[in-house]
């Protein structure tokens, strides 16, 4: 069992910064690759970033690509995710999971466990 918990989120003006962290709790838990996915209201929720086990490979979704940076640090089970150059479409809840594995993963249904969620708000 593996338990996340985010912070980081709040209100933020068009074009600055946040850190999303999600502290995990649990056995193994430098063996799951993990995962950050967003739901806007409205909408389905979709995936944001994704990083191995060892944080050595990360991969984005476009929408967010060279504006987001996802890391981990498995001696304090933290995960991060660096968002820059922020914008009103990043408005959303942002969740922090843990996949199938130790590899990437991009699909929400594979998430093996999830957070609560953080808001995140962007203001024009």
């Known amino acids: 069992q593996v338990r996340l918990v985010e912070s980081g989120g709040g209100l933020v003006q068009a074009g600055g910064s946040l850190r999303l962290s999600c502290a995990g709790s649990?056995?193994?838990?430098?063996?799951?690759?993990m995962g950050w996915f967003r739901q806007a209201p409205g909408k389905e929720r979709e995936f944001v970033a994704t990083?191995?086990?060892?944080?050595?490979?990360?991969d984005y979704a476009d929408s967010v690509k060279g504006r987001f940076t996802m890391s981990r640090e498995n001696a304090k089970n933290l995960v991060f995710l660096q968002m820059n150059s922020l914008k009103p479409e990043d408005t959303a809840v942002y969740y922090c999971?843990?996949?199938?594995?130790?590899?990437?993963?991009?699909?929400?249904?594979?998430?093996?466990?999830w957070g609560q969620g953080t808001q995140v708000t962007v203001s024009s």
């Open positions: 990083i191995n086990w060892s944080g050595h490979i990360t």
């Open positions: 999971a843990a996949g199938p594995g130790s590899h990437l993963y991009y699909r929400e249904s594979e998430s093996a466990y």
């Open positions: 649990g056995r193994s838990f430098d063996l799951y690759g």
